[in-house]
């Protein structure tokens, strides 16, 4: 059976203050944080914009005419549209606020958090989540730790020391691609992540897409240097 996978319209969340990236974040919005001398949401619309998006909603929030000016300084590669919480509304109230200004209602988009610095295949995203019907599929990543583990075998002895490596669990990457319909199981106000996705995992509705790529969310400073020093490493 056929699936019509394109996805030509997102919504990027980028109204988050980033109080553990200060001082990064005094003048600036979360997703204007530089990673390679460009900030996260630029490389996030080129990415989109990559993978065929003709249009993206940015859910705006703190300090959102610093974010405004900066979107509209520049040519960008696809339709970029800005609006703005007057008060907070969680990350679903977010989505769904953005959700209502897309202008192919009746067509799925990708989500995005806007700290996220990312490269994999959306379009092959796309196709996962239009071959199982799902309302939403989610990007499940796998983090580094933080710390250095120790291996060790059955007799109790030390095998080995590995230097941060990959979780054995996966996490939510923070982007998805949603149906249509999931405009109207998004909360007004609050997280999707506590209403509206346990309610579409228990329908077996809810579809999960392991990153095959790169992916660090930009949390903290400490995220941020190492970013730039994965960055470095890659063009080398």
Known sequence: MAHDARVRQAVILAGGQGTRLRPYTDHRPKPMVEVGGRCLIDHQIDWLAAAGVEHAVVSAGYLSEVLVEHLTSRPQPLVVETVVEKEPLGRGGAFKF???????????????????????????????????????????????????????????????????????????????????????????????????????????????????????????????????????????
């Open 98 to 236: 953005a959700a209502r200004r897309l202008p192919f209602p009746g067509q799925p988009w990708f989500a995005t958090n806007g700290d996220v610095w990312t490269r994999f295949s959306l379009e092959r995203m796309a196709a996962h989540h239009a071959e199982r019907g799902a309302v939403a599929t989610l990007a499940l990543a796998r983090p580094r730790i933080p710390w250095g583990v120790v291996d060790v075998d059955e007799l109790g002895r030390v095998t080995d020391f590995v230097e941060a490596p990959p979780s054995p669990y996966f996490v939510n990457a923070g982007i998805y691609v949603f149906s249509p319909e999931i405009v109207d199981l998004l909360p007004d106000v609050g997280d999707h992540e506590r209403s509206t996705f346990p309610e579409l995992a228990r329908a077996r509705r809810l579809a999960a897409y392991p990153i095959d790529g790169y992916w660090r969310a930009i949390d903290t400073a400490k995220d941020l240097k190492e970013a730039e020093r994965d960055l470095a490493s890659t063009a080398e």
